[in-house]
């Protein structure tokens, strides 16, 4: 059975979307199960131990298993592979065959196509002298505004503590400040309006309400049949709200519309993909406005037919006009921002580290054996002030909002985890020399990672071989690689081509998870990741 929901129907209708340590068995047709207590732990973190283990997760793991074993002690199931759309109430799941899913699309493009005649009919004549132009360019700068005020909200708390992610360790509140946030944008475009005058007539924004959602319709059906459904139920919610004429009934329908596609982004599995992202250093101005500036547009763009749709429904509702005229008073901006400054005052409260999420400081080590240069580096996806650092009998307070700190050894770094041996034969063929090479490496430690590296720029490398297994990068590079824990002594031979003059360079990355140069890092909820990288080059002419 396979059965994704939200997300998942995403996730299946990428050629490689994420998964779990199952996946791989599942491609080639071998059934299997992935046991996760709650994608809301700390999964994939260092926190990942027996302090935040879920007793309960495993007590419905092991449950699961004990009805499996029931289950097939009546006979193993055949491997036929049933597919269905699964919905969930609570801890209800509802499977939905797949045709009823093409019923569902078929009866909203009809229920909108009986809408669609029907309101067109109420559409303002095409040369009226009342008509307002450019109404759908000026909803999507009212679609930037709105999204803008929700997006950033979070990042407003975050500059008044002194954090990057102040959500880290609570996120199901901020996505109140948020919609709290949406609901001000809200207020502020309803004012722009009387400024900036959008089209009276139902006909033009139901219109392009409806287009903006068939594209959405195929293009996601294209994909995958099971990502129409989020699609066709806004249509279908849409419509009956232009079909109905009771305003309470029409305004909730128009509300609720973008809700499933909504929870295609904002899934069940959006809190790990928010902290994943948490993780991505984009302290720099570049990086930060080219992340949240994409996040903006694209979010701008997905809720726009949902605006053109609420616009319809007013438009075409006396009554739901004359609320909208009320709603839009300064009573109502003052409950707003009373709510948006109460629940910030208690965000403000709330830690934004603790035991189960605490700031990631990576601590990087690095000697080439080439050159006899060592750097020295602590990197964070967060702020390190508050951060102390203890080296070579000093110590150092860092109290700027900074992700990064280069700092200078003037202490003893041990300049002998690594040696590297080469035993090289060459053979010339005219214009081609071909080299048989041994490569040895003995490290005092037992490495994290070891990555070996041969290429000559910007030009193919010929006839490479190993008995190891090989990758070539963009870069044209033919890689060797070893995660995580490889051996401390290992012998690989390498075999390639050089034609002409062509320089092929080898270089070495041996990385350790312990420091060669001693220092001490101290902060309030923090989890240090130490790393020495220890790199060796050579060419071959």
């Not at 089209?199 to 319709?217: D, E, G, N, T």
């Not at 109290?399 to 690594?418: A, N, R």
């Amino acid at each position: 059975l396979r059965y994704p929901t939200h997300f998942f129907s995403l996730n299946y209708s990428a050629p490689e979307g994420p998964g779990s340590d199952h996946e791989p068995f599942l491609q080639r047709s071998v059934p299997s199960l992935a046991f996760v207590s709650d994608v809301g732990y700390p999964i994939h973190t260092a926190q990942d131990n027996f302090e935040n283990f879920n007793p309960a997760g495993l007590k419905r793991t092991g449950d699961l298993i004990l009805k499996l074993v029931e289950r097939f002690d009546s006979g193993i199931p055949s491997r036929d592979l049933e597919e269905y759309w699964l919905y969930t109430i609570g801890s209800i799941p509802i499977f939905v065959l797949l045709w009823c899913l093409w019923i569902l699309i078929v009866v909203a493009v009809l229920i909108t196509i009986v809408a669609l005649i029907i309101v067109r009919k109420k559409r303002e004549p095409r040369h009226s002298p009342n008509r307002i132009r450019w109404s759908g360019l000026k909803m999507f700068l009212f679609s930037l505004i709105i999204v803008t005020c929700g997006w950033f909200s979070s990042d407003l708390i975050g500059w008044l503590k002194g954090v990057r992610h102040p959500w880290l360790s609570h996120i199901y509140p901020y996505y109140i400040l948020s919609v709290i946030s949406v609901l001000i944008g809200g207020w502020t475009v309803k004012r722009l309006d009387n400024k900036i005058r959008l089209s009276q007539c139902p006909y033009i924004f139901f219109k392009r309400s409806i287009i903006m959602l068939v594209v959405f319709l195929i293009g996601l059906g294209i994909l995958n049949l099971k990502l129409t459904v989020e699609p066709a139920v806004a249509l279908l919610l849409i419509s009956l709200a232009m079909l109905v004429r009771n305003p309470i009934i029409k305004i909730i329908l128009a509300v609720l519309s973008p809700w499933w596609m909504l929870r295609l982004i904002f899934s069940e599995w959006s809190e790990l993909f928010f902290r994943q992202i948490a993780k991505v250093d984009t302290t720099g101005f570049g990086l930060w406005f080219l992340g949240n500036g994409s996040v903006v547009f694209v979010l701008s763009i997905y809720i726009l037919p949902y605006l053109f749709a609420i616009a319809a429904v007013v438009n075409d509702s006396p009554r739901l006009k004359t609320l909208c005229v009320k709603l839009q008073s300064n009573l109502t901006l003052i409950v707003l921002v009373i709510s948006f400054i109460g629940l910030g005052i208690y965000l403000m409260t709330l830690p934004v580290f603790n035991n189960r999420w605490q700031k990631e400081i990576k601590i990087n080590e690095e000697y080439d054996i080439t050159t006899s240069s060592k750097k020295i580096s602590l990197e964070s996806p967060e702020y390190l002030s508050g951060v102390r650092i203890f080296h070579a009998g000093g110590d150092t307070l860092i109290s700027l909002k900074i992700s990064s700190v280069e700092i200078k050894p003037s202490g003893d770094f041990d300049t002998t985890w690594l040696n590297v041996e080469r035993k090289i034969e060459k053979q010339q063929f005219g214009d081609t020399s071909h080299y048989d090479i041994g490569l040895g490496i003995r490290a005092k430690h037992r490495p994290y990672t070891i990555s070996i590296a041969y290429y000559i720029d910007g030009k193919d490398l010929n006839a490479f071989d190993t008995p190891f297994q090989f990758r070539t990068n963009r870069k044209k590079e033919k890689r060797i690689e070893w995660y995580s824990f490889p051996d401390s002594i290992l012998t690989i031979p390498v075999r390639f081509s050089v034609i002409g003059s062509d320089t092929v360079k080898e270089r070495i990355e041996v990385t350790f998870n312990k420091l060669a140069y001693p220092m001490e890092i101290k902060g309030e909820m923090i989890n240090l990741i130490p790393r020495t990288k220890v790199i060796a080059r050579n060419e071959y002419e």
